[in-house]
């Protein structure tokens, strides 16, 4: 249990304000924000809310969506990102977790330059803030209008490309990546050149109903995720294991009844 964490969004239903009193009473130890969770709120006060219920913030999700048609609306996409990078140092999230964007009819390698050249621009603020930046990975299904970086050797070759400064690294997240078979080698690759910021899980669910919002529970579909588990602490990574699950199904459910299980499958799957 140590090393669990939820992501707010997972439990999309409640507020951050009770995200934090669930997950506290259910020992979970981490906390991943997502920014829909912490619109118009005072900053300052869910950082000390997060902190006095003894929960570890572990990052806030999320920055990308860098490609774009015009100069104005790659300049805009920057400009959010910079603000994410002043709400993790606000709420003080270590990391923040990059989704890098895609454009339905842009080409990928243009999409990819782009996405290169957008954490380019907002590196030096984040080294500035002492916030980090994440590259997740994001599958295939998603290379239209999500992410064009789609596999862990594309986001090591973006980090190879900005010269690997130490700030920036990937998100693994069994969703995405489980299907890779070059998944173990690009693991170790991360690792050893201490990249690998952040362990994402749930289950990819057969069939899946909808393509973004119908994420399982540890468990309940056909992701291996204690091999990749292993692979990802082989390399001496110890952080948190967060759950991070979209699920039209789960959210119209009891938010409670969801932790409970979230917490039995865990421990499940780390027994
Ligand atoms: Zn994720």
Redesign the pocket.
């Known amino acids: 249990m140590k090393r669990l964490c939820v992501h707010t969004i997972t439990t999309k239903p409640l507020s951050i304000e009770q995200c934090i009193e669930q997950f506290a009473q259910r020992q979970i130890r981490g906390i991943t924000v997502w920014r829909q969770a912490i619109e118009g709120k005072d900053l300052s006060h869910v950082r000390r809310q997060i902190s006095e219920s003894g929960l570890e913030i572990v990052s806030l999700c999320r920055g990308g969506f860098f490609p774009a048609v015009s100069t104005d609306a790659r300049q805009k996409a920057i400009e959010d990102n910079l603000r994410a990078i002043d709400q993790a140092a606000a709420i003080g999230a270590p990391l923040i ?1 990059l989704v890098c964007g895609a454009v339905p009819g842009m080409r990928l390698s243009e999409a990819r330059k782009q996405i290169a050249d957008g954490i380019a621009a907002v590196l030096p603020a984040a080294e500035q803030a002492g916030v980090k930046l994440a590259i ?1 990975p994001l599958h295939p299904l998603y290379a239209d209008d999500r992410s064009a970086v789609n596999t862990m050797a594309q986001a090591n070759q973006i980090c190879d490309l900005l010269g690997s400064p130490a700030s920036l690294g990937i ?1 693994v ?1 069994v969703y995405h990546v489980w299907w890779d078979d070059q998944l173990q080698q690009q693991i170790e690759l991360t690792g050893r050149t201490n990249r690998l910021f952040a362990f ?1 899980i749930c289950d990819w669910l057969t069939p899946t109903t909808d393509l973004l919002n119908d994420r399982g529970l540890m468990g309940d579909g056909c992701i291996d995720i204690r091999q990749i588990s292993d692979w990802v602490d082989a390399t001496g990574f110890n952080g948190y294991r967060e759950v ?1 699950i979209f699920s039209n199904r789960w959210w119209s459910q009891d938010q409670h009844d969801f932790l409970d299980r979230i917490v039995s499958s865990y421990q499940d799957l780390y027994r």
């Open positions: 977790v997740e998100a997240d994402h991070e």
